[in-house]
Protein backbone atom coordinates (compact mmCIF):
# COMPACT_ATOMS: atom_id res chain seq x y z
CA UNK A 1 0.00 0.00 0.00
CA UNK A 2 0.90 3.55 -0.65
CA UNK A 3 0.59 6.27 1.57
CA UNK A 4 -1.10 9.38 -0.54
CA UNK A 5 -1.64 12.90 1.50
CA UNK A 6 -4.78 14.01 1.91
CA UNK A 7 -3.88 17.45 -0.65
CA UNK A 8 -3.08 14.66 -3.54
CA UNK A 9 -5.94 11.91 -3.27
CA UNK A 10 -8.04 13.34 -6.30
CA UNK A 11 -4.56 13.74 -8.42
CA UNK A 12 -3.83 10.18 -7.52
CA UNK A 13 -7.19 8.91 -8.18
CA UNK A 14 -6.81 10.57 -11.39
CA UNK A 15 -3.84 9.10 -12.65
CA UNK A 16 -4.54 5.40 -11.20
CA UNK A 17 -8.15 5.58 -13.22
CA UNK A 18 -6.70 6.99 -16.33
CA UNK A 19 -3.74 4.13 -16.19
CA UNK A 20 -6.01 0.93 -14.55
CA UNK A 21 -9.45 1.61 -16.48
CA UNK A 22 -8.33 1.74 -19.65
CA UNK A 23 -10.22 -1.13 -21.02
CA UNK A 24 -12.10 -2.26 -18.06
CA UNK A 25 -10.55 -5.00 -17.44
CA UNK A 26 -10.02 -4.29 -13.77
CA UNK A 27 -12.71 -2.78 -11.01
CA UNK A 28 -12.30 -0.29 -8.81
CA UNK A 29 -12.81 -1.03 -5.04
CA UNK A 30 -12.49 0.02 -1.79
CA UNK A 31 -11.39 -2.41 0.96
CA UNK A 32 -10.01 -2.48 3.86
CA UNK A 33 -6.03 -3.98 3.86
CA UNK A 34 -3.96 -4.47 6.95
CA UNK A 35 -0.33 -3.93 6.56
CA UNK A 36 1.97 -5.59 6.65
CA UNK A 37 6.33 -5.36 7.04
CA UNK A 38 7.40 -2.81 5.54
CA UNK A 39 11.47 -3.15 7.11
CA UNK A 40 10.58 -0.12 9.37
CA UNK A 41 8.43 -1.96 12.13
CA UNK A 42 5.58 1.00 11.10
CA UNK A 43 2.23 1.09 10.14
CA UNK A 44 2.51 -3.13 11.17
CA UNK A 45 -0.99 -4.82 11.53
CA UNK A 46 -2.65 -1.26 11.04
CA UNK A 47 -5.85 -1.57 9.15
CA UNK A 48 -6.35 1.13 6.63
CA UNK A 49 -8.60 1.72 3.86
CA UNK A 50 -7.23 1.56 0.14
CA UNK A 51 -8.28 1.91 -3.58
CA UNK A 52 -7.30 -1.56 -5.11
CA UNK A 53 -7.87 -2.63 -8.78
CA UNK A 54 -9.47 -6.11 -9.34
CA UNK A 55 -9.60 -7.94 -12.31
CA UNK A 56 -12.88 -8.93 -13.71
CA UNK A 57 -13.16 -12.83 -14.47
CA UNK A 58 -16.27 -11.92 -16.87
CA UNK A 59 -14.46 -9.33 -18.88
CA UNK A 60 -13.64 -10.43 -22.47
CA UNK A 61 -9.64 -9.68 -21.68
CA UNK A 62 -9.43 -11.64 -18.61
CA UNK A 63 -6.60 -14.26 -19.37
CA UNK A 64 -6.81 -16.46 -16.45
CA UNK A 65 -7.29 -19.79 -18.53
CA UNK A 66 -4.30 -19.09 -20.69
CA UNK A 67 -1.52 -22.15 -20.24
CA UNK A 68 1.63 -20.64 -19.53
CA UNK A 69 3.47 -21.37 -22.47
CA UNK A 70 0.65 -19.35 -24.38
CA UNK A 71 0.86 -16.51 -21.57
CA UNK A 72 4.47 -16.18 -22.40
CA UNK A 73 3.94 -15.83 -26.43
CA UNK A 74 1.73 -12.79 -26.15
CA UNK A 75 4.08 -11.34 -23.43
CA UNK A 76 7.39 -11.67 -24.99
CA UNK A 77 7.80 -8.73 -27.42
CA UNK A 78 4.54 -6.61 -25.95
CA UNK A 79 5.19 -3.77 -24.57
CA UNK A 80 2.19 -1.11 -22.47
CA UNK A 81 2.51 2.23 -22.06
CA UNK A 82 4.21 2.14 -18.58
CA UNK A 83 7.13 -0.13 -20.46
CA UNK A 84 8.22 -3.83 -21.28
CA UNK A 85 5.53 -6.52 -20.23
CA UNK A 86 8.72 -8.74 -20.20
CA UNK A 87 10.13 -6.33 -17.48
CA UNK A 88 6.48 -6.03 -16.02
CA UNK A 89 6.19 -9.63 -15.32
CA UNK A 90 9.78 -10.10 -13.67
CA UNK A 91 9.29 -7.14 -11.39
CA UNK A 92 5.94 -8.36 -10.64
CA UNK A 93 7.96 -11.74 -9.67
CA UNK A 94 10.68 -9.77 -7.52
CA UNK A 95 8.26 -8.29 -5.44
CA UNK A 96 5.80 -11.29 -4.85
CA UNK A 97 9.08 -13.38 -3.61
CA UNK A 98 10.72 -10.47 -1.18
CA UNK A 99 6.82 -10.70 0.39
CA UNK A 100 7.45 -14.65 0.52
CA UNK A 101 4.53 -15.44 -1.87
CA UNK A 102 4.71 -18.09 -4.81
CA UNK A 103 2.93 -18.13 -7.95
CA UNK A 104 4.03 -20.84 -9.81
CA UNK A 105 1.84 -19.96 -12.99
CA UNK A 106 3.71 -16.80 -13.39
CA UNK A 107 7.01 -18.13 -12.08
CA UNK A 108 6.87 -20.76 -15.36
CA UNK A 109 6.04 -17.32 -17.64
CA UNK A 110 8.41 -15.57 -15.78
CA UNK A 111 11.10 -18.13 -16.77
CA UNK A 112 10.06 -18.71 -20.52
CA UNK A 113 10.54 -14.14 -20.72
CA UNK A 114 13.77 -13.88 -18.88
CA UNK A 115 16.43 -12.85 -21.35
CA UNK A 116 18.85 -15.18 -18.74
Known amino acids: AYRVPGNLRDEVLSYLRERELVTSVYLERMLDV ?8 KGEGVSVEAVAYIVDRRHEQYAGALDADHAARIVRG ?20 AL ?9 VGRQVSPS
Open 78 to 97: AVGQSGRNEDYVLSTLEHLE
Open 34 to 41: RLGRNGKG
Open 100 to 108: GIRDHWLEE
